[in-house]
């Protein structure tokens, strides 16, 4: 079976970086997975912050995707480790989705992303779905690190 998530209302919401599930790093809190990822695109610290604090995800995602600041150089070398690290923040700060998480089994997680071809399935279900395998990863990683 494929477990499909994406949209706040759907089942399995928690998976999405858009989720009310914040992440600290280097002593800095973010609201969501999504304010943390999108900030890391951009080098100008003032910009990081303005998108660190944005209301809602989407304004954090719509501030991200702006080309008013140059992206670091090496954005598409390090943007699946970044968001790695996040993912697995996400998961190892919160108890609930992390127990959803192991919950899935062996399931197949997909990014139901219809814009998206990268991180999600994309509009014909082609898509890289690289947020799903990186959640694949964090479960198996967690699964090794529960107590037997």
């Avoid at 944005?54 to 090496?74: N, Q, V, Y």
């Avoid at 968001?83 to 197949?108: C, D, I, N, Q």
Wanted: charged share 30%; net charge neutral; glycine share 6%.
């Amino acid at each position: 079976m494929t477990i499909y998530f994406y949209a706040q209302t759907d089942p399995y919401s928690e998976f999405s970086n858009f989720a009310p599930y914040g992440v600290s790093f280097d002593d800095t809190w973010w609201p969501t997975v999504e304010h943390y990822f999108q900030a890391q695109k951009f080098e100008d610290e003032a910009y990081r912050d303005q998108i660190r604090r944005a209301r809602k995800p989407k304004d954090a995602s719509a501030l991200g995707r702006t080309r008013a600041f140059p992206l670091r150089a090496d954005w598409e070398a390090v943007k699946d480790e970044v968001m790695y690290r996040a993912v697995s923040r996400k998961f190892e700060t919160h108890p609930e989705p992390r127990r959803l998480l192991l919950s899935t089994g062996t399931e197949t997680l997909v990014e139901n992303a219809p814009m998206d071809a990268y991180w999600g399935c994309g509009p014909d279900g082609t898509g890289k779905n690289r947020l799903g395998q990186i959640l694949m990863r964090v479960r198996q990683e967690l699964r090794a690190q529960e107590p037997v």
